[in-house]
């Protein structure tokens, strides 16, 4: 990119198109979003699950777990998987 005298580095990449790439690109979703995707799904998700999803260890996704509920997502243990794994969901009121 051009050095362009007198302009701050947001008009730089303005000029030189950067900001018009990065509009047409959609944004990834969070993780955060990815886990209370799948704990909205009717038999919610595992902690396995969920550490596949978002490449997070366990301790990470408990962590993300309180969070969440901190912020007002009702999240319960919904009981056990067939491999005896707990199973996570958002609250059937929420």
Known sequence: MD?????GWWERLHRAGAME?????PASPTKSAT???LLGRPKGASIAQLQKATDWQAHSIRAALTG???????IERSGKDGKGATVYRMAKGA
Do not use: N
């Open 21 to 25: 790439t990065e509009a047409i690109m």
């Open 68 to 74: 969440l509920r901190k912020k007002g997502h009702e």
């Open 3 to 7: 050095h362009l005298p007198g302009l």
């Open 35 to 37: 886990i209370l995707k």
